[in-house]
């Protein structure tokens, strides 16, 4: 599995679009990028995931750049039940890996 | 459907002793994952078992180790527990093991080792 890179925390206001970096320069082709969140002590829950081109479902839209170095994951209009931690993986296996130490958003009022 | 079930929830050991552990995933659902999350370690992965047979398995030494069963049930045991397995252990269950399938996390069981 690639290694990921996140920054460890970023705040976003309530209502507005939060952009969550990751990356993961080592992908190798046949590996998806995966996005988990876990709301504090609660099991992860999926968000989203992608190959190469950019997804969009209800929750989320993922942006992968041409060379798959990296991606976003946008929460278009966030609200204060989107406070979690956000975990990128990079794997081929659904993303049964070790997820890491991911992203803390605070979203603020 | 109903989500994945673990038991116990809570769970306080002392040094030494054993433990298992229990999840049932998502009727129809055939692969278990493990995972251990700790404040200082993060999720790190376990094991993962698929028609009773174990499939992959993360860095972690042989005090842990885990079955399933052919209702796709699964346990996982820590032997000799030591302080620093305290932590919330989740399971999460696909339907099979294709890349693109979700994951399905169960609220996880916490313990104390004391």
């Known amino acids: 599995d690639a290694k990921t890179t996140q920054p460890p925390s970023m705040d976003c206001a309530e209502g507005r679009a939060a952009n969550l970096p990751c990356n993961h320069s080592t992908i190798s082709g046949n590996e998806y990028v995966y996005w988990y969140r876990q709301i504090h002590s609660q099991g992860p829950q999926y968000i989203i995931h992608?190959?190469?081109n950019n997804e969009t479902n209800e929750m989320a839209s993922l942006i992968i750049t041409e060379d798959r170095k990296s991606s976003t994951l946008i929460l278009p209009h966030a609200t204060l039940r989107d406070t979690a931690v956000y975990y990128c993986?990079?794997?081929?296996?659904?993303?049964?890996?070790?997820f890491g130490d991911g992203t803390t958003l605070t979203v603020k009022p | 459907k109903a989500g994945v079930t673990q038991t116990p929830r809570y769970l306080i050991k002392t040094r030494g002793q054993q433990v298992t552990l229990s999840c049932s995933p998502i009727s129809g659902h055939r692969s278990v994952s493990w995972y251990q999350q700790t404040p200082g370690q993060g999720l790190q992965f376990l094991f993962e078992?698929?028609?009773?047979?174990?499939?992959n398995k993360g860095n972690f030494p042989g005090r842990f180790s885990g079955r399933q069963f052919s209702n796709s049930r699964s346990e996982m045991n820590v032997s000799t527990l030591e302080l620093g397995d305290s932590a919330l252990y989740l399971c999460?269950?696909?339907?099979?093991?294709?890349?693109?399938?979700?994951?399905?996390f169960g609220p996880g069981t916490r313990l104390l080792v004391l």
């Open positions: 992608g190959l190469k």
């Open positions: 993986i990079a794997a081929n296996n659904a993303g049964k890996s070790t």
């Open positions: 999460a269950s696909t339907p099979g093991q294709g890349p693109t399938e979700t994951q399905y």
């Open positions: 078992y698929f028609s009773e047979t174990q499939r």
